[in-house]
């Protein structure tokens, strides 16, 4: 797996409208990893122009603390409602863009390279707005290789389940294993490219047991945070990715044995009763990175 583009933690990040100033107020006070202010499907059709200067203004609100909150705007998919989106809020310097709908490489140059012609204009550094994109159907999946690969910009790419299933005509399910192929390919082509991995919103707001097995089941397949779109879900989203006492101490001590044994000589060893290898270090350094803490040396 190579190193990641970025190592932000980003375990919950909390969709709101973007016409909503009450929203994404709110979600700066929420200590959540990332906003969304979404410009694209949780906007009504005669709100997109306002939600664009409310999100420009949310941005350059000097009595807006976000805090350690990443600002993150999604947009409309390629088209004239994008360029639109782009225009206005680029302007308010958010982190990063999230782009809906991705189903070619195209679709992230297009906006990368509109990003840089602005980042030129303003005067900000070139190649600092990150760009995130949300893998959501059929054509999305087939050309993942493509995407992953389609900018340095790019640092995640998000699974979007319920566009997906519409999209190939499957039918949801509680175990969602008419998404698993899809929702696997994401992982392992963000893992192969050094990209973070970004469930899918749990979208039943009132299952909270619900939303665990399921963001359980999303960091078992190996991603590494998951959207969230009401505040009751940062907190048990953010609780399944964090590693608990028992883990991080077991992670360290493995680490530590793990490092004696190599200045010994010894690539493989036995700890514990189990037999201990490169593949099982590498899992454990994963876990003190998702815990936010070094690795022993
Ligand atoms: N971000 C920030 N604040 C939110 C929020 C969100 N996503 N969802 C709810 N809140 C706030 C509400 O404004 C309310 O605030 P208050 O107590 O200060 O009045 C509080 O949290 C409780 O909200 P609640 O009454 O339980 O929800 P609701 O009925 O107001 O809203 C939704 C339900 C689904 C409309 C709302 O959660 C939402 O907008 N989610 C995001 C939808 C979205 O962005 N979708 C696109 C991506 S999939
Ligand atoms: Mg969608």
Same mark, same amino acid.
């Given at each position: 797996?190579?190193?990641?583009? #970025? ?10 409208? /973007? ?13 959540? #990893? ?29 009595? %807006? ?13 390629? /088209? ?41 204009? %303003? /005067? ?25 690969? =389609? ?38 082509? =963000? =893992? ?16 909270? #047991? ?39 101490? *077991? *992670? ?13 000589? *010894? /690539? ?30």
């Amino acid at each position: 797996m190579p190193v990641l583009r #970025d190592e932000r933690l980003r375990r919950a990040l909390l969709f709101m409208p /973007g016409d909503s100033m009450k929203k994404i107020r709110k979600g700066a006070t929420l200590g959540v #990893d990332s906003i969304i202010m979404d410009l694209e499907d949780g906007v009504a059709l005669n709100q997109k122009e306002a939600a664009r200067l409310t999100v420009y203004e949310a941005l350059t609100d000097a009595d %807006l603390d976000f805090g350690q909150t990443e600002r993150l705007v999604r947009i409309n998919p390629s /088209g004239k409602w994008q360029t639109e989106d782009i225009d206005i809020t680029v302007k308010g310097k958010p982190d990063g863009y999230v782009i809906p709908k991705v189903e070619s490489a195209h679709d992230i140059q297009f906006v990368a390279n509109t990003l840089t012609e602005y980042e030129r204009q %303003l /005067g900000y550094r070139i190649g600092n707005i990150k760009l995130l994109a949300i893998i959501e159907s059929a054509l999305g999946i087939v050309n993942l290789k493509e995407i992953a690969q =389609a900018d340095p910009r790019l640092i995640a790419l998000m699974f979007g389940a319920e566009d997906y299933t519409s999209d190939i005509g499957a039918i949801r399910t509680p175990q969602s294993e008419e998404v698993l192929y899809a929702r696997s390919a994401v992982v392992a082509h =963000a =893992a192969a490219y050094g990209l973070q991995a970004i469930d899918t919103p749990y979208v039943d707001l009132k299952n909270m #047991d619900g939303l665990i097995e399921d963001t359980q089941k999303a960091m078992q397949l190996g991603y590494s945070g998951k959207l969230a779109i009401h505040p009751n879900q940062i907190d048990p989203i953010i609780k399944v990715f964090m590693p608990s006492e028992e883990e991080i101490k *077991a *992670a360290q001590q493995l680490i530590e044995a793990h490092n004696h044994f190599q200045q010994s000589g *010894a /690539g493989v060893f036995s700890y514990n009763g189990k037999m201990v290898d490169m593949p099982m270090i590498r899992a454990a350094e994963r876990v003190l990175k998702r815990a936010g803490l070094p690795i022993p040396s």
